[in-house]
Protein backbone atom coordinates (compact mmCIF):
# COMPACT_ATOMS: atom_id res chain seq x y z
CA UNK A 1 0.00 0.00 0.00
CA UNK A 2 1.30 3.60 -0.91
CA UNK A 3 1.88 6.22 1.57
CA UNK A 4 0.24 9.08 1.66
CA UNK A 5 1.15 12.64 1.63
CA UNK A 6 -0.88 15.68 1.84
CA UNK A 7 0.42 18.85 0.69
CA UNK A 8 -0.93 22.03 2.21
CA UNK A 9 0.71 25.20 0.14
CA UNK A 10 -1.39 27.65 -2.10
CA UNK A 11 1.39 28.42 -4.65
CA UNK A 12 -0.27 26.34 -7.36
CA UNK A 13 3.25 26.28 -9.32
CA UNK A 14 4.87 24.76 -5.95
CA UNK A 15 2.27 22.35 -5.27
CA UNK A 16 2.63 20.85 -8.87
CA UNK A 17 6.55 20.10 -8.14
CA UNK A 18 5.84 19.03 -5.21
CA UNK A 19 3.18 16.53 -6.33
CA UNK A 20 5.24 15.27 -9.26
CA UNK A 21 8.68 15.16 -7.52
CA UNK A 22 6.35 12.80 -4.26
CA UNK A 23 4.40 10.63 -6.80
CA UNK A 24 7.43 9.97 -8.84
CA UNK A 25 8.51 8.16 -5.79
CA UNK A 26 5.99 6.11 -4.86
CA UNK A 27 3.76 8.15 -2.49
CA UNK A 28 0.14 8.75 -3.25
CA UNK A 29 -0.26 12.61 -3.01
CA UNK A 30 -3.16 14.83 -1.89
CA UNK A 31 -3.71 18.68 -2.44
CA UNK A 32 -5.52 20.77 -0.50
CA UNK A 33 -8.14 22.78 -2.29
CA UNK A 34 -10.41 25.22 -0.16
CA UNK A 35 -8.39 26.47 2.66
CA UNK A 36 -11.15 27.03 4.41
CA UNK A 37 -11.84 23.90 5.31
CA UNK A 38 -7.98 22.08 5.44
CA UNK A 39 -8.70 20.53 9.04
CA UNK A 40 -12.13 18.46 7.40
CA UNK A 41 -9.97 17.34 4.04
CA UNK A 42 -7.21 16.36 6.06
CA UNK A 43 -9.50 14.22 8.20
CA UNK A 44 -11.19 13.22 4.76
CA UNK A 45 -8.28 12.28 2.98
CA UNK A 46 -6.04 10.35 6.39
CA UNK A 47 -2.72 11.35 5.11
CA UNK A 48 0.23 9.60 6.64
CA UNK A 49 2.19 12.80 5.91
CA UNK A 50 1.53 16.35 5.86
CA UNK A 51 3.95 19.00 4.12
CA UNK A 52 2.63 22.30 5.60
CA UNK A 53 3.70 25.81 3.87
CA UNK A 54 2.95 28.63 6.97
CA UNK A 55 1.54 31.59 5.37
CA UNK A 56 -1.32 30.92 3.51
CA UNK A 57 -4.87 31.94 3.04
CA UNK A 58 -7.05 32.14 6.22
CA UNK A 59 -5.45 30.34 9.01
CA UNK A 60 -1.68 30.16 8.64
CA UNK A 61 0.29 26.82 9.08
CA UNK A 62 1.23 27.59 12.61
CA UNK A 63 -2.63 27.46 13.49
CA UNK A 64 -2.74 24.35 11.14
CA UNK A 65 -0.30 22.74 12.79
CA UNK A 66 -2.07 23.72 16.03
CA UNK A 67 -5.28 22.40 14.93
CA UNK A 68 -3.77 18.75 14.02
CA UNK A 69 -2.21 18.68 16.93
CA UNK A 70 -5.37 18.50 18.75
CA UNK A 71 -5.92 15.13 17.62
CA UNK A 72 -3.14 13.88 15.29
CA UNK A 73 0.61 12.90 15.66
CA UNK A 74 0.58 12.56 12.13
CA UNK A 75 4.01 13.91 11.13
CA UNK A 76 4.26 17.38 9.83
CA UNK A 77 7.03 18.51 7.14
CA UNK A 78 7.31 22.69 7.71
CA UNK A 79 8.53 23.67 3.17
CA UNK A 80 8.01 27.48 3.73
CA UNK A 81 9.87 30.59 2.22
CA UNK A 82 9.21 31.93 5.72
CA UNK A 83 12.98 31.06 7.18
CA UNK A 84 13.27 33.56 10.18
CA UNK A 85 14.64 31.68 13.48
CA UNK A 86 11.87 32.33 14.92
CA UNK A 87 9.64 30.65 12.48
CA UNK A 88 11.68 27.60 12.86
CA UNK A 89 11.28 27.97 17.01
CA UNK A 90 7.37 28.36 16.28
CA UNK A 91 7.25 25.25 14.17
CA UNK A 92 8.73 22.94 16.90
CA UNK A 93 7.00 24.09 19.84
CA UNK A 94 3.68 23.70 17.79
CA UNK A 95 3.85 20.31 16.69
CA UNK A 96 5.99 20.25 13.67
CA UNK A 97 8.71 17.45 12.57
CA UNK A 98 11.00 19.18 9.76
CA UNK A 99 11.45 22.95 9.02
CA UNK A 100 12.89 22.94 5.40
CA UNK A 101 13.26 26.54 3.18
CA UNK A 102 12.64 27.22 -0.50
CA UNK A 103 14.13 26.99 -2.46
CA UNK A 104 13.79 23.34 -1.11
CA UNK A 105 16.51 20.23 -2.24
CA UNK A 106 14.45 17.27 -3.50
CA UNK A 107 16.48 15.02 -2.16
CA UNK A 108 17.01 16.39 1.09
CA UNK A 109 13.28 16.91 1.38
CA UNK A 110 12.98 12.95 0.20
CA UNK A 111 14.95 11.40 2.85
CA UNK A 112 13.23 13.65 5.38
CA UNK A 113 10.17 12.72 4.61
CA UNK A 114 11.59 8.97 4.57
CA UNK A 115 12.95 9.19 7.91
CA UNK A 116 10.09 10.43 9.67
CA UNK A 117 7.49 7.90 7.73
CA UNK A 118 10.10 4.94 9.16
CA UNK A 119 10.13 5.89 12.34
CA UNK A 120 6.07 6.97 12.71
CA UNK A 121 4.69 3.56 11.22
CA UNK A 122 8.23 1.07 12.07
CA UNK A 123 7.32 -1.57 13.32
CA UNK A 124 5.56 -1.65 16.56
CA UNK A 125 8.35 -3.00 19.39
CA UNK A 126 6.93 -5.78 21.44
CA UNK A 127 8.69 -4.68 24.78
CA UNK A 128 6.48 -4.55 28.17
CA UNK A 129 6.89 -3.24 31.30
CA UNK A 130 5.54 -4.15 34.86
CA UNK A 131 5.65 -2.59 38.34
CA UNK A 132 2.96 -3.53 40.87
CA UNK A 133 0.47 -6.03 38.89
CA UNK A 134 0.72 -2.75 36.39
CA UNK A 135 1.84 -3.75 32.76
CA UNK A 136 2.58 -1.13 30.06
CA UNK A 137 2.64 -2.91 26.74
CA UNK A 138 4.53 -0.38 23.91
CA UNK A 139 3.42 -2.14 21.06
CA UNK A 140 -0.38 -0.90 21.24
CA UNK A 141 0.33 1.95 23.48
CA UNK A 142 -1.78 0.70 26.69
CA UNK A 143 -1.95 -0.11 30.31
CA UNK A 144 -3.17 -2.85 31.57
CA UNK A 145 -4.09 -3.41 35.40
CA UNK A 146 -5.68 -7.01 36.57
CA UNK A 147 -7.67 -7.50 33.23
CA UNK A 148 -8.67 -3.92 32.56
CA UNK A 149 -6.80 -1.95 30.05
CA UNK A 150 -6.44 1.81 29.21
CA UNK A 151 -5.16 3.24 25.81
CA UNK A 152 -2.38 5.89 26.33
CA UNK A 153 -1.32 8.77 23.35
CA UNK A 154 2.06 9.19 22.55
CA UNK A 155 2.91 11.92 25.21
CA UNK A 156 1.02 9.42 27.64
CA UNK A 157 2.86 6.62 26.75
CA UNK A 158 6.27 8.35 26.56
CA UNK A 159 5.83 9.35 30.22
CA UNK A 160 4.73 6.22 31.53
CA UNK A 161 7.65 4.50 29.57
CA UNK A 162 10.14 6.87 31.41
CA UNK A 163 8.78 6.02 34.54
CA UNK A 164 8.38 2.53 34.50
CA UNK A 165 11.82 2.48 33.17
CA UNK A 166 13.17 4.13 36.11
CA UNK A 167 10.58 2.40 38.56
CA UNK A 168 11.18 3.01 42.58
CA UNK A 169 13.20 5.79 41.52
CA UNK A 170 12.20 9.50 41.75
CA UNK A 171 12.08 11.14 37.97
CA UNK A 172 12.56 14.92 37.92
CA UNK A 173 10.15 17.05 36.15
CA UNK A 174 12.85 18.64 34.19
CA UNK A 175 14.64 15.14 33.37
CA UNK A 176 11.12 13.74 31.84
CA UNK A 177 10.85 16.93 29.76
CA UNK A 178 14.39 16.63 28.81
CA UNK A 179 13.69 12.88 27.59
CA UNK A 180 10.67 13.99 26.07
CA UNK A 181 12.42 16.24 24.29
CA UNK A 182 15.00 14.05 22.77
CA UNK A 183 12.50 12.19 21.56
CA UNK A 184 11.21 15.01 19.28
CA UNK A 185 7.91 15.29 21.53
CA UNK A 186 7.68 19.13 22.65
CA UNK A 187 6.34 19.61 26.19
CA UNK A 188 7.10 21.96 28.59
CA UNK A 189 6.78 22.03 32.57
CA UNK A 190 2.69 23.44 32.60
CA UNK A 191 2.48 20.96 29.60
CA UNK A 192 3.96 18.12 31.29
CA UNK A 193 1.34 18.82 34.61
CA UNK A 194 -1.44 18.39 32.23
CA UNK A 195 -0.15 15.08 30.85
CA UNK A 196 0.17 13.43 34.42
CA UNK A 197 -2.98 14.74 34.87
CA UNK A 198 -4.70 12.99 32.36
CA UNK A 199 -2.65 9.50 32.90
CA UNK A 200 -3.70 9.77 36.51
CA UNK A 201 -7.30 10.04 35.54
CA UNK A 202 -6.52 7.33 33.12
CA UNK A 203 -4.80 4.99 35.91
CA UNK A 204 -8.32 5.57 37.76
CA UNK A 205 -10.34 4.07 35.39
CA UNK A 206 -8.86 0.69 35.35
CA UNK A 207 -8.59 0.87 39.25
CA UNK A 208 -4.89 2.29 39.44
CA UNK A 209 -5.29 5.00 42.26
CA UNK A 210 -1.86 6.81 43.59
CA UNK A 211 0.23 4.93 41.40
CA UNK A 212 2.40 8.15 40.17
CA UNK A 213 3.46 9.65 43.36
CA UNK A 214 4.45 13.15 43.54
CA UNK A 215 7.16 13.88 45.46
CA UNK A 216 7.42 17.96 46.86
CA UNK A 217 9.64 19.90 44.83
CA UNK A 218 11.76 16.50 43.47
CA UNK A 219 9.21 14.77 40.92
CA UNK A 220 7.01 11.65 40.37
CA UNK A 221 7.58 7.94 41.03
CA UNK A 222 5.97 4.93 40.64
Known amino acids: MKEKILIIEDDFTIQTQLKTLLSGNGYEVFAVTDFSQTIEQLKEAAPHLVILDIKLPGNNGFEICSGIRTFSDIPIVFVTSSNTD ?9 GGDAFITKPYNPAILLAKI ?9 SPQTEIYMWREATLHLESSMIEYKGQKAELTKNELKILYY ?8 CSRNDIVDFLWDNQLYVDDNALSVN ?9 T ?4 DFIKTKHRQGYTL
Open 86 to 94: MDELNSIML
Open 163 to 170: LFKNAGKI
Open 114 to 122: AALLKKAYR
Open 206 to 209: IGLV
Open 196 to 204: ITRIRDKLA
